[in-house]
């Protein structure tokens, strides 16, 4: 199977491609169940987007002037231009935002400069991720959160149910879910040169996840974050939801439209996974604690001294002692197919050791790659497995993380 066809067998997980968006699938009781679009639904079909349900969510999972290799090479070498407004954007208010918020979560917010962020996470009491999340410390007064399209009623629940308890002690904290702004990301080496001709400030002083309001183009109240989810250099920009379509044309027709291209949910999610960046409810989930995921990183210094968030106790125990099993990169050592989530892990005694999160092929190593759990006492790198696939097993190697390397701009 070439690896066009391999990418796009794949994405058919995603959910059912839409010939005919209007016609959705009708719920169990008969009733239809609508899927919500972004506000660049329309812009996505008059440009050839082939439309996927994806967390409740109508989007283009690729384009038709790109297969999904061609986008994910195109990202790797200029630069491609992403839809993620279904992202949920939400502001935290009140002089008792950084205690509010790190209630919830297991990074030093209060340790972050004006107008920078951090990865972090939501944590039960078990020490199970309920989500994944960027959090700016902005200079306006106010924490900038995105999380994940799938988790955002949830999450929310969470923020308000938190929200509610703070202020019945008398704290200061407002959450806001913000309503009216779209968000696109801009992601890959072209970008710095792309966009520093539409803003009036310095990228080259502008570092990985900094963040900062102003004009894209004549576009005002524009949030310009340097982050992503493609292991690139790369921007996420939150802009009003009346002008998103508008910004998204004209970054397209900068450099008479040969460096940025659209890009759908297929190139971004073999683009993660070349990264070796987790997706919620994959890689990660309630179940599986940050030490587990390979993020224990995101648990700042402070924050384990004082011991205070969400399921602390079980996971500064997996920091002393280890947890039982952790997240892996595995390459398959010949060809075939692709190893899948739940696809299961052995070893060479055929004993089950784990399985498999997320996989495929990888478009720019040509080989197949995945990410999965494994007992910690067999996640050495070079440790060889076998993973079942189509009731085969293939042999399997453990690798590090990421497939390739990453981009991020560093000052």
């Given at each position: 199977m070439n690896a066009n066809k391999s990418l796009n067998k794949l994405f058919k997980n995603l959910g059912k491609i839409y010939t005919n968006p209007s016609k959705h699938l009708a719920s169990a009781n008969g009733a239809l169940n609508q899927p919500e679009k972004t506000c660049l639904y329309d812009f996505h079909l008059s440009h050839g987007g082939k439309i996927v349900d994806f967390a409740g969510w109508l989007m283009p999972v690729q384009y038709k002037d790109l297969s999904i290799q061609e986008s994910h090479i195109h990202t790797r070498t200029k630069c491609s231009l992403f839809d993620v407004s279904h992202m949920m954007q939400t502001k935290i208010h009140g002089k008792d935002r950084f205690k509010f918020f790190e209630s919830l979560i297991v990074s030093d917010v209060a340790g972050l400069k004006p107008d920078s962020g951090t990865l972090s996470v939501f944590t039960n009491n078990n020490g199970g991720i309920i989500d994944d999340l960027i959090v700016s410390n902005t200079s306006k007064n106010y924490l900038y959160v995105v999380s994940n399209a799938g988790c955002s009623e949830k999450d929310l629940a969470h923020m308000k149910n938190a929200e509610h308890e703070f202020k019945s002690k008398g704290f200061d904290v407002t959450v806001e879910k913000i309503e009216d702004r779209g968000l696109l990301a801009l992601q890959g080496p072209a970008m710095h040169q792309l966009l520093q001709q539409c803003v009036n400030f310095d990228l080259n002083k502008f570092a990985f996840m900094n963040t900062a309001e102003g004009k894209v183009f004549d576009i005002e109240d524009c949030r310009i974050t340097r982050c992503g989810y493609t292991g690139e250099d790369g921007v996420e920009i939150s802009v009003p939801i009346n002008r998103t379509a508008e910004l998204a044309d004209r970054l397209l027709a900068?450099?008479?439209?040969?460096?940025?291209?659209?890009?759908?949910?297929?190139?971004?999610?073999?683009?993660?996974?070349?990264?070796?960046?987790?997706?919620?409810?994959?890689?990660?989930?309630?179940?599986?604690?940050?030490?587990?995921?390979?993020?224990?990183?995101?648990?700042?210094?402070?924050?384990?001294?004082?011991?205070?968030?969400?399921?602390?106790?079980?996971?500064?125990?997996q920091l002393k002692e280890k947890p039982s099993k952790r997240r892996v990169g595995l390459k398959l050592l010949s060809s075939g197919p692709s190893a899948r989530q739940h696809a299961k892990i052995f070893d060479n005694n055929q004993n089950e050791i784990g399985e498999v999160t997320s996989g495929c092929l990888s478009p720019l190593l040509k080989q197949n790659i995945s990410m999965g759990y494994v007992q910690t006492g067999l996640s050495k790198l070079g440790t060889r497995i076998l993973v079942e696939i189509r009731k085969k097993t293939y042999e399997a190697e453990i690798v590090k993380l990421p497939f390739v390397p990453t981009h991020y701009y560093q000052i």
């Open positions: 900068l450099q008479n439209g040969e460096t940025c291209k659209l890009a759908g949910l297929g190139a971004r999610d073999t683009l993660r996974l070349e990264a070796g960046l987790c997706l919620y409810g994959n890689d990660i989930d309630d179940t599986t604690t940050p030490i587990e995921a390979g993020l224990s990183w995101t648990v700042h210094k402070r924050r384990r001294d004082e011991k205070c968030f969400p399921g602390a106790d079980i996971i500064l125990k």
